[in-house]
């Protein structure tokens, strides 16, 4: 809890700094830009080495205008959404995050993931469940009475099955 409050702090002060924009952050030493996206993001793996990320793309995850996660690094917003989450939450990425829980992980092609039929939106179904986003409903293209699993997106308010 500490810790995390310290870097709450932290991210804050950087919030706070008009100077740190595009052209300025263009002039930092690599390992300066590193350590600022790794604050700023909260995610450490920026720091270790292994990934290697060019200084514009950095910039970019920095000023929340790419995605922060490494394995998908999307320009934002994607396919310029203006949907109610993709607006107000800085650094959201559509492609790979959970709306709800605002993380991404690595699987795809699985069924932790529910996905929206009109925006594309995509949530993990633990999140959905517990949030009541799924939830029997009466079936959009079956037989009248039918019952089928409903997810209503957060993003645009559509349901789908």
């Given at each position: 809890p500490e810790k995390k409050?310290?870097?709450?702090?932290?991210q804050n002060q950087i919030d706070k700094r008009s100077d740190l924009c595009k052209e300025?952050?263009?002039?930092?030493?690599?390992?300066?830009?590193d350590i600022l996206v790794a604050v700023r993001t909260g995610l450490k793996y920026f720091l270790s080495g292994k990934i290697r990320i060019p200084m514009n793309e950095l910039v970019e995850i920095f000023l929340f205008l790419r995605c922060r996660n490494v394995n998908c690094k999307s320009l934002l917003p994607v396919d310029d959404c203006e949907c109610k989450i993709c607006s107000n939450n800085k650094g959201f990425c559509s492609s790979c995050m959970c709306p709800v829980?605002?993380?991404?992980?690595s699987a795809s092609n699985t069924c932790s993931w529910?996905?929206?039929d009109v925006c594309s939106h995509w949530c993990h179904a633990a999140c959905g469940i517990q949030k009541n986003l799924i939830k029997p409903g009466?079936?959009?293209?079956?037989?009248?009475?039918?019952?089928?699993?409903?997810?209503?997106?957060?993003?645009?308010?559509?349901k789908s099955e």
């Open positions: 409050e310290k870097l709450t702090n932290l300025t952050l263009s002039k930092c030493v690599k390992d300066q830009l829980c605002l993380r991404f992980d529910v996905g929206c009466h079936s959009l293209k079956g037989s009248r009475g039918t019952t089928e699993m409903m997810f209503h997106c957060i993003g645009c308010n559509h």
